[in-house]
């Protein structure tokens, strides 16, 4: 459990207590667009405050926070800041609220600020000495019904969690009319970790001093001239006499921890059992007679209210093509919305991008960078992936297709589903409990309380303590269902290629080995609702390729295809003719870095990129066929891939002749960061053509 102090700016005032606890609701949820780690946003007081503050508690996050080995020390005190811009939540461990207190009102007057303590008379007190109720503001009655409403409820807390049913706390309250009703603290575990880390310095410290004394001894023998003929039968004296030692130290701390864990776990029970007076030694709990006719019935069939199932919105149709095609891109779209750096899953998700035909190519750098790459440059390449595949995907988006993603894992029998929850409980507490898996976040704690043999109080009643794996897997099961459309029949449309169309609509002068080549289609086929699918590989399912809205949007669809293959297959076949219009050509790799050939008469004064002849034959076959807004978009998408490599733009399309020229005087770079110039100093090489001089 935790001690929680609410630090505020002294202007902040309010008239009643109750229009405090709306601020302090609506403030706590924690949706401001800042880094509640950073200061620097917080009134002044707020500021000077927090500055002296972080060196009497340390905060557990932010750029104040200690290193991991002073943490392990446990020798100083810890707090978790969150700021605002006009409060301060400080969470304390519970073992440090008597000595917080003091400190708190004391740095308050010190700084001009005013506090809220969540625990004690819950008023507000300024640095005037003003004091606000907040809790006398509401009458007795409705004050106890919102305390057994809300009591009833979980009360998330830092260490350990505390649960009644709002009919036992009823109860209670109704038997003891002349009794305080106290809450007892749950014991928190941090007082039982520091007493671990106590004992291990002390075995530390045994093992130590046991080495120096063996030391001690050898300096001795070694100056009284014995050590030549007793010391390897001393040093193996040592060694041995270190194996007990070690043995009875941990045999000492197993003991001891047995001993605490049980002193901890007998304290848990009775803050987790309501006492009353009225209940004698034959009195049983409703739960407990409940439970034990659960044990003596038959099993119960497992079943999820469809109530509630989350329903997520749809992906964009672009976005939602990707995933069908690739769908592990559920899981990276969440890795980018939580700005993860490069993991083995990301170059994983860009190889099968590019094995399911996407050649972009920031998508072909990161299948070959390294997983020690730039957090920064790594974020600036993410960026510019899904800018050139055209995918906006905003939070709600990528949290509620993650969930999708786990779901599918479970399905598919990578991982377990009571894994699975716990995968997407921790993913809620990591985005502040976002509304598209916050709902995982309360299962998850529903089956924590059966595991420990609680009753349950959220979800639909179903999850039972020997159902807990079943229950959760068919809950993925109807997530798929709820979200997901059942798939089309896929029967094969006959003829879907106009075949005559399309050749009737391009140039004359294509050569037929192109054109042939170009019109394959090899692999694909169109359902009866106009959906352009991919068989599937060695018994993968099909793809989806293209959702066309009619059958002309089809049709242009399978003419833009035709155009961008047969554009480059002519330039593969003419590709040493096109090599000789550029000032530099690569010609191998030495040392990491391309090596050039130079040209002595050049067309384009650049590198060769073998994508500008491609792409001026596929937008002259595109320009007389397609409307000129799909056109228009198709020459905005070819100018930003070739200018991709540029800091300055250096190409554009004349868009009467269909060709690009160039613009500016700009060189091309080996990244996306943009860093260094092409060719570098020492790698161009000469023509056999071009005399050295």
Not at 78 to 106: C, L, M, R
């Amino acid at each position: 459990m935790s001690y929680d102090i609410l630090v505020l700016d002294k202007h902040k005032r309010f008239k009643t207590g109750d229009e405090f606890l709306v601020w302090y609701d609506q403030v706590t949820k924690w949706d401001e667009d800042i880094d509640y780690n950073d200061y620097r946003h917080a009134t002044p007081s707020l500021q000077s405050w927090f500055l002296e503050m972080k060196d009497i508690a340390r905060p557990m996050n932010g750029e104040f926070a200690p290193p991991d080995e002073e943490v392990d020390s446990g020798d100083f005190m810890e707090a978790d800041y969150t700021i605002g811009k006009e409060h301060i939540y400080v969470a304390f461990a519970w073992s440090d609220a008597e000595h917080v207190y003091p400190i708190i009102e004391a740095m308050a007057k010190k700084h001009d600020v005013a506090f809220f303590e969540f625990v004690g008379s819950g008023d507000v007190i300024y640095p005037d000495g003003t004091v606000l109720k907040t809790m006398s503001s509401k009458p007795q009655d409705d004050l106890e019904t919102d305390f057994m409403k809300g009591f009833a409820q979980k009360v998330k807390k830092q260490n350990e969690e505390t649960y009644y049913s709002e009919e036992v706390v009823k109860q209670t309250l109704d038997e003891q009319p002349s009794e305080p009703f106290i809450l007892r603290p749950q014991p928190s575990m941090a007082d039982f970790k520091k007493e671990r880390k106590r004992r291990d310095r002390i075995c530390t410290g045994i093992i130590i001093l046991y080495s120096v004394l063996c030391l001690a001894l050898m300096c001795i023998l070694i100056e009284v001239g014995l050590f030549q003929s007793a010391g390897l039968i001393f040093c193996i004296a040592c060694l041995i006499g270190l194996l007990p030692l070690v043995y009875k130290l941990n045999e000492w701390e197993k003991e001891a921890d047995d001993d605490v864990r049980e002193k901890f776990e007998s304290e848990m029970d009775t803050t987790k059992t309501m006492p009353s007076k009225n209940l004698d030694d034959n009195d049983t709990y409703e739960s407990e007679s409940k439970e034990t006719d659960d044990n003596t019935s038959e099993p119960k069939e497992t079943v999820v209210d469809d109530d509630i199932v989350e329903r997520y919105p749809k992906p964009s149709a672009q976005l939602q093509a990707i995933i069908d095609r690739v769908p592990s891109t559920r899981i990276v779209l969440y890795y980018r919305a939580m700005q993860r750096g490069i993991n083995k899953e990301w170059k994983s998700w860009a190889c099968e991008m590019m094995e399911a035909g996407f050649s972009q190519p920031s998508i072909v750098q990161l299948a070959g960078e390294d997983l020690t790459m730039n957090p920064f440059e790594f974020s600036a390449l993410v960026e510019s992936i899904f800018k050139e595949l055209g995918v906006e995907c905003p939070p709600l988006i990528a949290y509620s297709q993650y969930a999708l993603g786990i779901a599918h894992k479970v399905m598919d029998g990578e991982i377990t589903a009571e894994r699975g929850f716990a995968i997407l409980s921790d993913a809620a507490i990591d985005t502040d409990y976002h509304d598209a898996l916050n709902e995982f976040y309360y299962l998850e704690e529903n089956a924590n309380l059966l595991r420990d043999h609680y009753e349950g109080c959220y979800g639909d009643g179903n999850m039972r303590e020997d159902n807990i794996e079943e229950w959760m897997a068919l809950y993925f099961k109807k997530l798929i269902e709820a979200n997901e459309k059942m798939p089309f029949i896929k029967t094969m449309t006959k003829d879907w290629i106009d075949r005559g169309w399309i050749i009737s609509h391009l140039l004359k002068n294509i050569p037929a080995e192109a054109l042939e080549d170009s019109i394959k289609f090899g692999g694909l086929y169109v359902d009866d609702n106009l959906i352009v699918w991919s068989e599937g590989e060695r018994g993968a399912p099909d793809n989806m390729i293209y959702q066309a809205t009619d059958e002309a949007d089809l049709r242009f669809w399978t003419f833009g295809e035709v155009c961008s293959s047969i554009g480059l297959n002519m330039e593969l076949h003419s590709r040493k003719q096109e090599e000789l219009k550029w000032r530099y050509v690569q010609d191998h790799v030495e040392d990491g870095h391309w090596m050039y050939r130079k040209n002595k008469d050049y067309l384009y004064n650049a590198i060769y990129d073998y994508r500008l002849a491609w792409f001026e034959m596929e937008l002259q076959l595109l320009k007389p066929i397609v409307p000129q807004k799909q056109w228009e978009k198709k020459v905005t998408e070819r100018e930003q891939l070739m200018n991709q490599w540029f800091k300055i733009a250096h190409w554009a399309l004349d868009r009467e002749k269909v060709c690009f020229v160039e613009i500016s005087d700009s060189k091309m770079f080996d990244g996306l960061d943009k860093t260094i110039e092409e060719p570098r100093p020492g790698s161009i090489i000469h023509n056999e053509t071009e005399p050295v001089v």
